[in-house]
């Protein structure tokens, strides 16, 4: 059933543009997939939507671009969203090592998946323009037994303003109820909680500007502070962001001949050796009871990431290849591990119950001293057009 909708789009922009910002095994693909849909099929406007990911898949950054604009008018553009009407950034340790504030306005709003408040989170990673929203989406998709990417579907649909819930439940259901009937409710209860639970914390973030009685932070300190951690990048502030009232308040984190590399050399090379994919979990990891362990070695089959480290040892009075910990730097949270262990010497826990992790054992094979961990997975950070046409897929949780 198709339902007008009236876009706010700005006067000096030709379509409303929304661009997720999300780690691989987060779904964000799935969610742009199915904004791009909800606005063809559900609100009567064009629209168009593609994403960018690494090869890694899950663990690599991904970027999702949805654009709608009226009927009447074609939609041409298949280049990357650069100043997002709505920005949905699915785990907050992209923020402060990825330029995911990229053009951002006064006018953009910012979906943050964070157990902080605003003005927490506006206060530790700087943020300064546009109206910023905050909300446990994690904490909700383990609630309902869904995916982070229902639950922020369901908070991105809310902030657009006009969107009914109806819509959004036909949809899901036309989508992943197709392909995975089993997991309907679950999804619906998951869109149901981030399309309710996202406008409970919002924040205007002009009204944080001032730094003192009577200081009012200029947008280009706010830059130079948020740039402190963008070691890679630099700001290049146009003449509209030294007004902080212009409807085109942004910083643009870009490559210049001031800081790329010599010689064009990319320094985030597609590597899981020099990276931290922990943000790729989902909320679980493996718990390792090592006094049920028979160093079966299963568990070392399976896992795709070399996450359990062998070493020779004692077991049951024999020399063998015993399992000395997990190294959870490179562990996605699939828990492959947990369905192959015949003995429940892996169990599955909740992350957030064990912030000092046992049994973590870091790779020393695969932590040389000139490694350091990042957080945000391996990603050149190029975004590309393909030329190919892709056939759609409807439902699939990615």
């Known amino acids: ?99 995911v504030l990229d053009g951002i306005t006064n006018t953009s709003k910012i979906i943050l998946n964070t157990a902080l408040s605003p003005k927490e989170a506006a206060k530790k990673y700087h943020l300064s323009t546009g109206w910023l929203y905050c909300f446990d989406a994690l904490a909700l998709a383990i609630e309902s037994k869904s995916r982070i990417n229902m639950v922020m579907l369901g908070a991105v649909s809310r902030v657009l303003g006009e969107v009914p819930f109806s819509l959004l439940e036909e949809l899901c259901r036309a989508t992943v109820g197709k392909k995975y009937p089993a997991m309907i409710d679950a999804n619906l209860q998951g869109l149901k909680l981030g399309y309710e639970q996202v406008a409970v914390n919002c924040l205007d973030l002009s009204t944080v500007r001032k730094t003192s009685p009577g200081t009012t932070a200029t947008s280009d300190q706010n830059s130079v502070d948020s740039d402190s951690q963008h070691q890679d990048y630099n700001v290049e502030t146009s003449e509209a962001t030294r007004d902080a009232s212009s409807p085109q308040n942004f910083n643009q984190y870009v490559w210049g001949y001031r800081n790329a590399p010599i010689g064009g050399v990319n320094p985030r090379i597609g590597s899981t050796v020099s990276n931290d994919l922990t943000p790729s979990r989902e909320g679980y990891i493996p718990l390792f009871l090592q006094e049920k362990c028979i160093n079966c070695g299963l568990c070392d089959t399976t896992c795709p990431d070399m996450v359990f480290q062998f070493k020779p ?66 990603s050149s950070y190029i975004t590309t057009d393909s030329y190919l046409t892709e056939k759609r897929v409807d439902g699939g949780l990615v």
């Not at 406007?45 to 950054?61: D, W």
Request: glycine fraction near 8%.
């Open 1 to 99: 059933m198709n339902q007008s909708f009236k876009l706010p789009i700005a006067a000096d922009k030709d379509c409303f543009e929304i661009r997720l910002e999300s780690i691989g095994g987060l779904g964000a693909n799935l969610c742009g997939k199915m904004l791009g849909e909800l606005g063809a099929l559900y609100l009567n406007l064009n629209a168009s939507n593609f994403s960018s990911y690494g090869s890694e898949k899950r663990g690599s950054p991904v970027k999702a671009f949805i654009r709608w604009c009226p009927p009447e008018k074609e939609l041409r553009i298949t280049t990357p969203v650069e100043r997002p009407d709505v920005l949905a950034i699915f785990h907050e340790a992209l923020l402060g090592k990825c330029p």
């Open 313 to 378: 040892g004692i077991y049951k009075g024999k020399e063998c290849m015993v399992n000395s910990g997990l190294d959870y730097y490179h562990c996605k949270g699939c828990l492959r591990c947990v369905e192959v262990c015949p003995t429940n010497a892996l169990v599955k826990a909740l992350e957030k119950d064990y912030p000092q992790k046992p049994w973590f054992v870091p790779n020393q094979e695969l932590l040389p001293d000139a490694i350091k961990y990042e957080e945000t997975g391996p």
